[in-house]
């Protein structure tokens, strides 16, 4: 328990310095510094941020779901840091033999925190906003699914550590080139950021699902999604990137992965929405099914052989 405690702050730190390195790298994009004031190069920036959004006042709409427009933002929170608690340290005792199934169904959860979050606002916008982030949601957590299924038949087992052990000698990445990059566009996607970010359309539907939401309810939401984005990096990093937990090597992955988020959010403008939903079911779900019945074939006779 203890170990967890000390997991979850070290994570909430990690997010912390990740909108830093996020508004300095987008702040250098633009031909400008980025936060710069306070502290050394601006490194107490996120703190001051924090102090200012939990001592702002709290305002809720009159004709809101009040209990529910509470919890939701603090339940979106608790998913994020309950996915970290799958990540396999020796110190933590989460990681165990379905830990992949784990990751899955409570990344799913998250789904309904949106919509929850949306629907008791009792705000047309923030209404629009949640059912768009759904959809994107379940859209590409269909095809998700199915890459992973091709690693999975590649390993023979839904423990991470698994995925270790099997990339000693080559990544994944270079077995499986185009399905990783699938894989990432689809996190991408799963994680509502640029280009995928409908949910928070500011031309049609001004902040999205988080539209009503101030001071600790919004600080909330903010600290769910970039501590999801630092444990896709992560969980990217594991899949097919030869993950070696011990190694320097391993936080240098991970920073990477996330420095390719903030990357595509300061390169690429807003996807089409239909354009994302065709993306979704007529071009990721034909190849990942493809990919997975070639794999499924190229596990099964490994199998049989070594058997």
């Known amino acids: ?7 979850i702050i070290c ?23 980025g936060p710069n004031k306070l502290g050394v190069l601006g490194l107490l ?19 809101s779901n009040l ?8 339940m979106n929170l608790f998913f994020s840091l309950l996915l970290w608690m799958s990540f396999p340290l020796f110190t933590v005792n989460y990681n165990f033999s379905f830990s992949l199934l784990f990751i899955l169904c409570i990344s799913s959860l998250g789904v309904y925190t949106v919509m929850l979050a949306g629907w008791s606002s009792n705000s047309n916008y923030a209404m629009l906003g949640s059912m768009r982030a759904i959809a994107q949601m379940i859209s590409y ?10 690693f999975l038949f590649l390993i023979f087992g839904f423990n991470l550590m698994d995925f270790i052990l099997y990339q000693e000698n080559i990544w994944f990445f270079f077995m499986l080139m185009p399905l990783s990059g699938m894989l990432l566009i689809s996190l991408l996607a799963e994680t509502n950021r640029s280009p995928f970010d409908f949910a928070e359309g ?17 600080a909330m939401i903010f600290l769910a999604e970039y501590a999801s984005i630092l444990f896709m990096s992560a ?11 011990y190694s320097w090597s391993f936080f240098l992955k991970v920073g990477l992965i996330a420095f390719f988020w903030i990357w595509v959010r300061g390169t690429l403008p807003r ?16 190849c990942s099914l493809m990919f997975l019945s070639m794999y499924m074939s190229i596990g099964g006779f490994t199998s049989l052989l070594f058997c």
Do not use: C
């Open 1 to 7: 328990m203890f170990t967890s405690l000390i997991q």
């Open 11 to 33: 994570v909430l730190i990690g997010v912390a310095f990740l909108t830093l390195l996020e508004r300095k790298v987008l702040g250098y994009i633009h031909l400008r510094k």
């Open 45 to 63: 920036q996120p703190f001051s941020d924090a102090i200012k959004l939990f001592t702002k006042e709290q305002t809720f709409p009159v004709m």
């Open 67 to 74: 209990w529910i427009y509470y919890i939701s933002p603090v």
């Open 141 to 150: 957590e269909v095809s998700l699914i199915l890459m992973l299924l091709s």
């Open 202 to 218: 500011e031309s049609e539907l001004v902040s999205g699902f988080n539209v009503e939401f101030s001071s600790g309810g919004f």
């Open 235 to 245: 969980f990217s990093v594991f899949v097919f990137l030869g993950a070696n937990l």
């Open 271 to 286: 996807y089409r929405y239909d354009k994302l939903m065709y993306l979704a079911w007529k071009s990721f779900l034909p």
